[in-house]
């Protein structure tokens, strides 16, 4: 339960609780100062919310189509009035908005969201009038820069959505056009105050939770479109590190995994990697020295991959070298999955056979489920437990497909898998229901 839901529990159960003499008024008084207000954001709201970004963006993509349908037979003079009509109109919303709406979600959102698609249509419209050249990724780039404003200025989780979007689909444009890919950085840093605030506000709110699941879609496909691909490998090294990190911040922001997009996409990343480097293929292709456009062409390249794979590993080996208050055996190995990956393919390079790789892998995963199982099991939490059960099924089951191993013997092992699950989930739900007993 979240801070916010937890003191609402509690102001609902205080009047009873004074009724029954257990909390004076006094007490019941110096709560409520020492809590203060709580925000009750109904589900209603909410749905009034979602009709209006979505009413909003049917208007715009309305607006759109009509003047599309008769753009031909109108004078460029009327053309331009057109153009820049949905461009003004959304701006009127906003002033609206501004002034006497501000304080609702649903307005912000919607005349946010409008203005962001008016901006997109009255450069396309304007462009198309006049026949001003240019590409997709110019015209990506200006429009992303002239709605970036309105996240902060009407305070637009739509538009942040929308945002994010754009400068992702801008980075892969720029990487297959070889064009300006170190602008990234500053659209990236400029959204960051703007999670920040989000994450002050309400760690545990729908915002938040959406726009994490949106970073962990993205996150991986930048870490890509990054990378210059000249130094043999470095996909393992800048994936281990993102999806550590992903892991073990998330795990520090948000202690609630159930609903942790961070914890989650990052643990399922780190185990697919893993389970990736336990194929002899993944290690033999890591002798092939691929570099785009030729190393003589572009000599920084390799450099540059040197440096992104080292601010990722930096970025999962951080939250690693801090150590966690109490002993945490999953957030160490959880940690160490970078360092190995690492020295796994300096060994390589040294002419380590590919087979001793694939064992040191084989033998991370088998200690990382057990322990996570373990660990979940002693602490009484069924997610963890579950989680390690899961990472010894998919080592199984990847292994019994690149093994040759009977069908009756895989048959025996999955079933006896089955009733490990089964028997883990039951001395949990039991455990729990009997401490709640007691607790009674």
Request: charged share 15%; with cysteine.
């Amino acid at each position: 339960m979240n801070k916010n839901k937890a003191i609402q529990w509690l102001y609902t159960e205080l009047p009873s609780l004074e009724r029954a003499g257990i909390v004076s008024q006094d007490t019941v008084m110096r709560l409520y100062e020492y809590y203060g207000p709580v925000s009750i954001r109904s589900r209603r709201q909410l749905t009034k919310v979602l009709l209006g970004v979505l009413g909003a963006a049917l208007i715009g993509l309305g607006v759109i189509l009509l003047l599309a349908h008769n753009w031909d037979a109108l004078s460029r003079p009327t053309k331009t009035a057109l153009s820049f009509l949905p461009l003004l109109a959304g701006q009127l919303a906003a002033g609206f908005t501004l002034l006497r709406r501000y304080s609702s979600p649903a307005w912000r959102e919607g005349s946010g969201i409008y203005l962001a698609l008016s901006i997109g249509a009255s450069i396309s419209l304007i462009s198309q009038t006049y026949h001003i050249t240019g590409d997709a990724t110019s015209f990506l780039l200006t429009w992303t820069v002239l709605a970036g404003p309105l996240i902060y200025l009407l305070q637009s989780f739509t538009v942040a959505l929308l945002y994010l979007a754009g400068i992702t689909y801008w980075l892969g444009l720029c990487r297959f056009e070889y064009g300006p890919l170190w602008l990234f950085l500053p659209l990236a840093l400029f959204i960051v105050p703007y999670v920040r605030s989000l994450f002050k506000e309400n760690p545990d709110g729908f915002r938040i939770r959406l726009l994490c699941w949106e970073l962990c879609i993205i996150l991986p496909i930048i870490a890509g479109l990054l990378l210059q691909y000249s130094v043999p490998g470095v996909w393992i090294l800048v994936y281990s590190g993102l999806f550590c990190a992903m892991l073990l911040h998330g795990r520090a922001l948000l202690r609630d995994s159930r609903n942790n997009a961070f914890y989650i996409a990052g643990f399922l990343g780190l185990i697919v990697v893993s389970l990736a480097l336990t194929y002899e293929a993944t290690w033999e292709a890591v002798d092939t020295f691929y570099v785009e456009g030729g190393l003589d062409k572009h000599p920084w390249t390799f450099w540059y991959d040197c440096g992104v794979a080292v601010v990722f590993l930096g970025a999962g080996l951080l939250p690693a070298a801090r150590g966690p208050g109490r002993r945490d055996d999953f957030a160490l190995l959880a940690g160490a999955m970078p360092l190995i990956a690492a020295a796994c393919l300096a060994a390589r390079y040294l002419g380590v056979p590919s087979i001793g790789l694939v064992a040191v892998f084989n033998l991370y995963l088998l200690v990382f489920g057990v322990t996570t199982l373990l660990q979940g099991l002693s602490r009484d939490k069924l997610l963890t437990a579950n989680g390690g059960m899961a990472i010894l099924s998919m080592l199984i089951i990847v292994r019994f497909f690149d093994a040759n191993i009977s069908f009756t013997i895989r048959g025996m092992l999955f079933i006896a898998l089955g009733i490990a699950f089964l028997i883990a989930n039951v001395a949990l739900m039991r455990r729990a229901a009997l401490k709640k007993e007691v607790s009674k």
